[in-house]
């Protein structure tokens, strides 16, 4: 009986190391240099802040490994519900956090470009500035791309959530509800940049409620037992 609350804190855990610090890598990091349309403003901030920026870049790389193990341990708590769901749900995180990983290169270089005088004296100011901002546009882009598997790995997710009678079916729901959103912000910022930024806090919503209450009842609540299921969790 202990296993199946054991898991689901560390499961807990682990999310709450990939939303501290992925937070901090995208907002507070991220958000304080990036300025997009201007090269400029975005080379110099790059500079004043370069430890900022390498900061995010590891906490960046720390938070997609703890992605990564935050649905390892999913997997085994959920796994007896349907076993192809949850290699499906690892998957998609797994390829989640190959394109994140990849992706930083595109920081690193904008870090690079902005700190190191040689490509100053190669490229010529302006250059060098608009090399830096296209780097983290590119950055900006391939968070995007990721985001579609963010999105998928919520639809097994939910299904192994409501399916388990170890959380609350509502919460299996609203995950499903979050993977849609997720998937609609994404293919319209890429198709109607405009609209998509006038949409995305509403369509991002969803996902950050499931998220955040999928990530407290993990830790505060663990998992509910349902008797019929005990002597399945024990051998699991």
């Not at 403003?41 to 990564?68: E, M």
């Not at 595109?106 to 902005?114: D, E, K, M, Y």
């Amino acid at each position: 009986m202990r296993a199946p609350h054991h898991l689901a804190r560390t499961a807990g855990l682990f999310y709450l190391i990939v939303a501290i610090l992925g937070g901090f890598a995208h907002f507070f990091s991220r958000g304080e240099v990036y300025r997009p349309g201007d090269a400029t403003g975005t080379a110099r901030n790059v500079v004043a802040h370069a430890d900022l920026v390498r900061a995010g870049f590891v906490a960046d790389l720390v938070q997609a490994a703890f992605f990564l193990f935050t649905a390892m341990t999913l997997y085994v708590l959920l796994k007896h519900v349907n076993r192809n769901a949850a290699r499906a749900m690892v998957i998609f995180v797994a390829v989640a956090v190959a394109i994140i990983c990849l992706n930083m290169v595109h920081q690193l270089a904008a870090l690079l470009v902005a700190t190191d005088t040689s490509y100053v004296g190669a490229l010529g100011a302006r250059g060098s500035d608009a090399l830096v901002l296209l780097m983290l546009d590119l950055q900006h882009y391939g968070y995007l791309i990721a985001q579609i598997f963010f999105a998928l790995w919520l639809l097994p997710l939910g299904y192994l959530v409501h399916r388990s009678g170890m959380f609350p079916r509502v919460l299996g729901v609203l995950l499903v509800i979050g993977c849609v959103g997720y998937l609609l912000d994404t293919f319209t910022l890429f198709l109607a940049p405009d609209l998509g930024a006038a949409l995305d806090p509403f369509l991002v919503a969803p996902a950050g409620i499931a998220e955040i209450a999928m990530l407290l009842w993990l830790l505060v609540k663990g998992v509910r037992i349902p008797r019929q299921d005990t002597s399945v969790l024990a051998t699991a």
